[in-house]
């Protein structure tokens, strides 16, 4: 079954450092999108990304975090300068269309350690 | 706004008995999705219920959906071991996010 691929699977960085998570969403998807759970927290959306343009972002998603899909597979998230409050698992996500009952196919999340 | 509260939090049962997890929501929607998140891991659907239904079946999952209480709920008849995870639902909010709830920690106790 296709899924959705993170890399890498844990990251440690030090405060004020940039970093950048990478996704490969399923290869006939269209829709993307980027979550993050702090420890033992909810699921919290982050931004949604179709036809090369930001859809939707939350507050969360300041001008610290950039998303980009460089090339024909990649879906990237920047986090420019990290914060300790960055610490948490950010989950890429994909669907195939924009319409309101298809599904989400998660990553297994990349998880980020800002010391 | 908070949309999609699970409740209760945790819960803790034997296995064979069954877990019902519920879900309330705020605002208006057209479909409510169930996910479960095993420790560490990323979320995997479940089953979607369609706002003009009132009860969908999958194997040992039943969902209902009360639009009038702006309620669901997740039921796992026969409860394994396996079903050990968290469970989250999720309602669509503007165009492009689907929005979780704060999720019910399941743990069925062999």
């Known amino acids: 079954e296709p899924e959705v691929t993170q890399t890498p699977s844990h990251q440690v960085t030090q405060m004020g450092q940039e970093v950048i998570l990478r996704c490969v969403p399923i290869s006939n998807h269209l829709y993307f999108y980027w979550y993050r759970q702090i420890l033992g927290q909810k699921v919290e959306f982050l931004v949604s990304?179709?036809?090369?343009?930001?859809?939707?972002k939350s507050e969360i998603f300041d001008d610290q975090f950039s998303v980009e899909r460089p090339d024909g597979s990649n879906f990237t998230l920047k986090i420019r300068s990290t914060k300790l409050e960055d610490s948490a698992m950010y989950f890429c996500?994909?669907?195939?269309?924009?319409?309101?009952?298809?599904?989400?196919?998660f990553g297994s999340g990349t998880q980020l350690s800002v010391l | 706004s908070q949309q999609g509260e699970e409740d209760p939090q945790a819960l803790s049962i034997q296995e064979g008995e069954n877990a019902t997890m519920n879900c309330s929501y705020k605002?208006?929607?057209?479909?409510l999705q169930w996910y479960r998140q095993n420790s560490g891991r990323g979320l995997v659907h479940l089953i979607l219920i369609r706002s003009n239904e009132r009860e969908k079946h999958s194997g040992r999952l039943r969902v209902t959906l009360d639009t009038s209480k702006k309620s669901s709920s997740l039921l796992i008849t026969a409860s394994r071991a396996a079903d050990t995870a968290s469970y989250f639902c999720?309602?669509?909010?503007?165009?492009?996010?689907?929005?979780f709830g704060q999720g019910t920690r399941l743990t069925i106790n062999p």
């Open positions: 996500a994909s669907r195939r269309s924009g319409t309101e009952n298809e599904k989400l196919f």
């Open positions: 990304f179709y036809n090369n343009e930001i859809s939707e």
């Open positions: 605002t208006s929607i057209n479909n």
């Open positions: 999720a309602t669509e909010q503007g165009a492009q996010k689907l929005v």
